[in-house]
């Protein structure tokens, strides 16, 4: 990182509010800090995110060269997240923990627009209705984990524009699932276990 990016960071830092919908936690400690939270993520002193309400980008509150994320949870009030959309920098994300009590949880653009995030973890999507978009523009993915799509309805342009995009494990839809687009862009695409 170099002078101008720490500039950058740090008056981002300063400019936005922390918000009462993001927890930053150190091991030991919550960060109610903005400044400070924005520079122990930098240090990678940041343990864990907890995402408290809906609709939360990410991106208004860490540094926009930011490119390790620590766990990410998704709260037990949370009914539709898309935390991660447009970190174009983000390159990992250490664990995703869902602890969403809702029964339709949207993850719609979750991931959109994340072009440098090569790895997503593992993570519990069994109570998810809508990955509309959740990993359009992902350029950079080649493949992801095995996801539960029982309940998804909706899967439009879930793929759209990962043109690493190698390998997908097992999907399934129901009959009346909406597909609109799902794969465009995806060039790489060998192998599609199921739909």
Avoid: W
């Avoid at 830092?13 to 400070?36: C, Q, W």
């Avoid at 995030?117 to 950079?140: D, E, H, K, Q, W």
Wanted: charged share 25%.
């Amino acid at each position: 990182m170099n002078a101008a990016d720490i500039r950058k960071s740090d008056n981002f830092a300063g400019n936005h509010r922390m918000s009462n919908d993001v927890l930053f936690y150190t091991r030991d400690n919550l960060i109610s800090d903005p400044e400070k939270a924005a520079r122990l993520l930098r240090t990678d002193s940041v343990t864990k995110i907890v995402i408290v309400s809906d609709n939360v980008e990410l991106r208004a509150l860490i540094p926009e060269q930011q490119r390790f994320l620590p766990e990410v949870v998704i709260g037990e009030n949370v009914t539709a997240c898309h935390a991660f959309l447009g970190l174009k920098n983000l390159y990992e994300i250490s664990a995703i923990s869902n602890q969403s009590r809702s029964e339709n949880l949207d993850l719609h653009y979750l991931f959109r627009g994340c072009e440098r995030l090569v790895r997503i973890p593992r993570f519990y999507t069994g109570n998810v209705t809508s990955m509309r978009g959740m990993f359009a523009n992902c350029r950079s993915l080649e493949t992801i984990p095995e996801l539960n799509t029982d309940r998804v309805t909706d899967f439009r342009i879930m793929f759209e524009h990962c043109s690493s995009l190698v390998y997908i494990p097992a999907l399934r839809a129901a009959p009346d699932a909406e597909l609109y687009g799902m794969f465009s862009g995806c060039h790489r695409l060998e192998r599609l276990q199921q739909l």
